[in-house]
Nanobody
Framework: QVQLVESGGGLVQAGGSLRLSCAASGRTFSSYGMGWFRQAPGKEREFVAGITWSGSSTYYADSVKGRFTISRDNAKNTVYLQMNSLKPEDTAVYYC????????????????WGQGTQVTVPS
């Protein structure tokens, strides 16, 4: 089973940037797509961004389009989420997950979730 470990979260002022990383165990990382989700207190987990196994296609939630960029380095078994122009509403725990099947936008399309990393953008 693939294990995923997120890092890079923290406290950043509005307008600032952070880069999240998700390191995956296993030799098959380059065989599957990946996604980033987030969950704010009292809210459901929501899709943020997804990327296919090759990196040739990416998907974004409307709320982050133009500000966030998902990428991957298959040689390092790592997927990244570059977050720019951060807003207080981006405050959440961010999770990476292994894509399984179906739409990249749906939580049920993923398996093997990481433990999450907190991102806080004070208002």
């Amino acid at each position: 089973q693939v294990q995923l470990v997120e890092s890079g979260g923290g406290l950043v002022q509005a307008g600032g940037s952070l880069r999240l990383s998700c390191a995956a165990s296993g030799r098959t990382f380059s065989s599957y797509g990946m996604g980033w989700f987030r969950q704010a207190p009292g809210k459901e987990r929501e899709f943020v961004a997804g990327i296919t196994w090759s990196g040739s296609s990416t998907y974004y939630a409307d709320s982050v389009k133009g500000r966030f960029t998902i990428s991957r380095d298959n040689a390092k078994n790592t997927v990244y989420l570059q977050m720019n122009s951060l807003k207080p509403e981006d405050t959440a725990v961010y999770y990476c997950a292994q894509y399984y099947s179906g739409s990249y936008y749906y939580t049920m399309s993923y398996r093997n979730w990481g433990q999450g990393t907190q991102v806080t953008v004070p208002s």
